[in-house]
């Protein structure tokens, strides 16, 4: 059964400063992995997906890591701004379009 | 850009009674899900549905839970005697290569 760890489990930041959000997950066995962005109350909004074959992926001021024989990603967000203040969540992808397995997230307020 | 539509975006009930949540995925994706939020908990599986039929279920989808395809662009999410503890938010979800979430449904039984 997958499990997904996430950490810090909250941070804040003041404006400006770069984000280092971590994702561990204990099933390596994945298609690929997703990093969602969660505003309270709200639905999830994909920001990257990143491939089992890929390292890394980038969209802008964000960047993830994917070291899947380890089972961790990293999401940095640089140069913080307070509309980035939302919760983060990584989940990775089973083969197999089996169920996802969710951890709490990392929640992120970026301080004007 | 494609998306996954939900409605009611919130839905207000009485224990007991029976709520239908709806879901409109995008056209040509196949396989379909229901999530659900408790306050403040992770994100947790309910149903995952493929080929007009149900292919996995968590054991939180007991009889009161059913899920539906009536036509060929809906997919709905039945609670037949809605509890308290049912509370929370719905995600509906689709699948094509990555993930593809709903906004979400708030249900709250009084």
């Known amino acids: 059964k997958q499990e997904v760890t996430q950490i810090p489990a909250a941070l804040s930041v003041p404006e400006g400063e770069n984000l280092v959000l971590n994702c561990s997950f204990t099933?390596?066995?994945?298609?690929?992995l997703q990093w969602f962005r969660q505003d309270p109350g709200k639905g999830l909004t994909s920001l990257l997906l990143?491939?089992?074959?890929?390292r890394e992926q980038t969209s802008g001021r964000l960047n993830a890591s994917l070291d899947k024989s380890s089972g961790r990603s990293t999401l940095y967000i640089a140069a913080s701004q307070p509309g980035d203040s939302a919760t983060y969540l990584c989940?990775?992808?089973?083969?197999?379009?089996?169920?996802?397995?969710f951890g709490k997230g990392n929640q992120v307020v970026v301080i004007p | 850009e494609p998306e996954v539509t939900q409605t009611p975006s919130h839905q207000v009930t009485q224990m007991g009674q029976e709520v239908i949540l709806r879901c409109v995925p995008i056209?040509?994706?196949?396989?379909f899900y229901w999530y659900r939020q408790i306050l403040g908990q992770k994100v947790e599986f309910l149903v995952s549905?493929?080929?007009?039929?149900?292919?996995?279920k968590s054991e939180i989808f007991d009889d009161q839970f059913s899920v539906e395809r009536p036509d060929g662009s809906n997919f709905t999410l039945k609670i037949r005697s809605t509890k308290l503890e049912d509370s929370a938010m719905y995600f509906c979800?689709?699948?094509?290569?990555?993930?593809?979430f709903g906004p979400g449904t708030r249900l709250t039984v009084l």
């Open positions: 549905f493929y080929n007009n039929e149900i292919s996995e």
């Open positions: 099933d390596s066995a994945i298609y690929n």
């Open positions: 990143i491939q089992s074959s890929q």
């Open positions: 056209s040509n994706h196949l396989y």
């Open positions: 989940v990775p992808n089973p083969y197999g379009n089996n169920r996802l397995a």
């Open positions: 979800a689709s699948y094509y290569d990555q993930w593809f």
